[in-house]
């Protein structure tokens, strides 16, 4: 009888403290209280999230560049301002475009942005094996040193508490670079952030790390409907081609733009808003939460 009572008591005080799913058990996604957890803002991959990503816990966004993992992040951020809550995106590389943020509903004035210097611009000081030479000093790569102050400043934004949703972008970043980090790294972060009422999600090309509650999202392109035959059936291709509208064999007008192509040849800007060769693609999410795996389709284009 005494035993019971003090399992009682000690269960009573562990959920008292957010900690009841953290260190007794593991709930299946279903379980988990609306409460905690904060929905992406895409109907499909909350609903094979549970509901939303895991509060208290650590999880990731994984994709290759032009899987949508940029646009799921900022549309869980911009769900989570809409709410109300503070949120922070911690950006080692200075990445983050403040308008593209605000055209996808983020409120600046709830968003801390934690900006790295950015390193140097040349290719060779971004290249992870790359190491300059200090003679008598201790060799470290620019990249190297953004991730290392990427990670003092979560840790930092995290002990201060009041935030709903957290964002590390460890996009292109090395993966040989990632891996040589500690493996207490991520446990350490777990520790920091379990029982709260914060989602942590980390931005990389591949899967890097979550805790046993959190979740795993892996991105990529794939064509949704029927390709155009008078453009590429490359996810890659279509997305670099609308980074690229011009078009040439028009006429010279004084209403439009004249300029030059990236292959050097003369044409005329016919961007608009939401670019043509965008439709037809759709963004494949395959989510990992628990024990239950799921797929979805997610459509980013509005």
Do not use: N, Y
């Not at 980090?181 to 999600?201: E, I, K, N, Y």
């Amino acid at each position: 009888m005494a035993a019971s009572t003090a399992r009682a008591a000690l269960e009573t005080l562990l959920r008292s403290r957010k900690l009841d799913t953290t260190l007794t058990t593991a709930l299946p996604a279903a379980l988990v209280p609306a409460d905690r957890l904060a929905p992406t803002g895409q109907a499909g991959l909350d609903r094979a999230l549970g509901g939303g990503v895991p509060r208290g816990q650590v999880s990731e966004l994984v994709g290759r560049r032009s899987s949508g993992r940029t646009a799921t992040a900022m549309a869980l951020l911009a769900d989570a301002t809409a709410r109300g809550e503070l949120v922070a995106f911690i950006d080692p590389l200075d990445r983050l475009d403040p308008a593209s943020a605000e055209a996808a509903g983020v409120r600046l004035d709830h968003l801390l942005w934690v900006r790295g210097d950015g390193g140097s611009d040349t290719q060779l000081s971004l290249d992870a094996a790359w190491e300059p030479s200090r003679p008598g000093g201790r060799r470290e790569t620019p990249m190297r040193r953004a991730v290392g102050r990427g990670l003092k400043a979560l840790a930092l934004v995290l002990s201060s508490g009041g935030f709903g949703v957290v964002v590390l972008d460890l996009a292109d970043v090395s993966e040989r670079l990632l891996a040589a980090l500690p493996f207490t790294t991520w446990r350490r972060l777990q520790r920091m952030v379990a029982g709260s009422d914060t989602a942590v999600v980390l931005l990389a090309d591949a899967p890097l790390a979550r805790s046993s509650g959190g979740a795993s999202v892996r991105m990529g392109g794939r064509q949704r409907s029927q390709p155009d035959r008078t453009a590429s059936t490359s996810f890659r291709d279509r997305v670099l081609a609308s980074r690229r509208p011009f078009v040439g064999g028009l006429p010279l007008t004084p209403a439009l733009d004249r300029s030059r192509g990236p292959d050097g040849i003369a044409g005329v800007w016919a961007g608009d808003p939401v670019a043509r060769r965008f439709r037809g693609l759709a963004v494949e999410a395959h989510v990992q939460a628990g024990l239950r795996t799921s797929d979805c389709t997610l459509d980013l284009l509005r």
